[in-house]
């Protein structure tokens, strides 16, 4: 039987290979019929994820796509998008162009939207990923750990969301510089990290991963929450604290049984982004987008899909609620835990964070608030400046606003009351993840 179904599976690979020789994959980017964008075709056979591998790729180059019509109903893909650069205007730079006609078009090779395009094993550094229970100061233990056990951090993504937390690291040795290598020093680091992720909460476990595989951050951020269920809500769904109550996008569902589509229509507050997390997560559920339509030319996105599940938590992940503090020093083995740990000690919480370093500069941007949910107070912000370095730590937007911030920002723009009494599996077409 597994013979059987091994050489079925090498029939089905062969296949598709054959049908993508026989029909490559073809790009056309035109500058001409659209007054406001660039428009980039893409025509291919279909496979499952081919979707988000258009819509990544051009997500990492920093085009926002103001406009896209999606049909894939069979066996083709055929695809428009209305791009632009984030200053608004079209694409002419030729390295872009040539980079999105080599990566859609017939030199391409779709990679599976598992890992990310050209990307290849690092041995400079090492990946450490970790999921776990959120909770104020986690960022600070995690740092001081890493700091003690002569770990640099070089970079590093953190989401925070519904009680939930996923970071994606990249790690030195203090003393060399290079990727760690020793199985018993990883295994020492995956396990106190794994009690630090745990603290006294032992009912939602604690992942830590570590890797030298070079993976696409934002992606595999969105697998790791989607598999920690950051999707079901706790507590209910008002907001604890000082933030009052949470205003959700505007979300439709309709089933067509007679052809067995689920229409789904999101109306939301724009953000950057929100096109490739809507479909990472509708990729990581096996679901099929026949066919989609998608506007955000206004500050309001308009999405049309046919099946949804877990769409809110997609919307929320990447979203910064709270103060922006933007970091920029000279980097230093222990920054990163100093900083954090100054934050936890004014009784600061970081619900986001990104950490760089370049050139032997640190530049880090973290976003923050009252570890009780209410706003930052500004005499908070001017004590931590001022033991930082008010050169070092810069505030974006005033402290007085981060409560008006949060509540404007597009977290607030999530799912109504459809969720507070409806189960996903009513809709029918939805399946049970229970």
Known sequence: MEL?????????????????????PRVVIDNESCKNATVIRVDSANKHGILLDVVQILTDLDLIITKA?????GGWFMDVFNVTDQDGNKITDEPILDYIQKSLGPESCFTSSMGSVGFKPSVDHTVIELTGSDRPGLLSEVCAVLTHLKCNVVSAEVWTHNTRAAAVMQVTEEETGSAISDPE???GIKELLRNVLSGSNRSRGANTVVSHEAIHTDRRLHQMMFAARDYERSGGDSVDGCLGEKQRPDVSVVNWYDKDYSVVTIRSKDRPKLLFDTVCTLT???YVVF???????GPEAYQEYYIRHCLEAAIERRVSEGLKLELCTTDRVGLLSDVTRIFRENSLTVTRAEVTTRGGKALNTFYVREASGCPVDAKTI???????????LKVKGRPDDSKQASQESPTRFLFGGLFKSRSFVNFGLVRSYS
Request: no cysteine; proline share 2%; net charge negative.
């Open 69 to 73: 019509y999606i049909s894939s109903d």
């Open 284 to 286: 990581d559920m096996e």
């Open 291 to 297: 066919h989609a339509n998608i506007d955000a030319e």
């Open 382 to 392: 001017d004590a931590i400046r001022q033991v930082i370095g008010q050169t070092i």
């Open 4 to 24: 059987n179904m091994s050489f079925s599976n090498d029939m089905d690979d062969e296949y598709e290979k054959l049908f993508r020789r026989l029909n490559p």
């Open 185 to 187: 020093r990883l295994a």
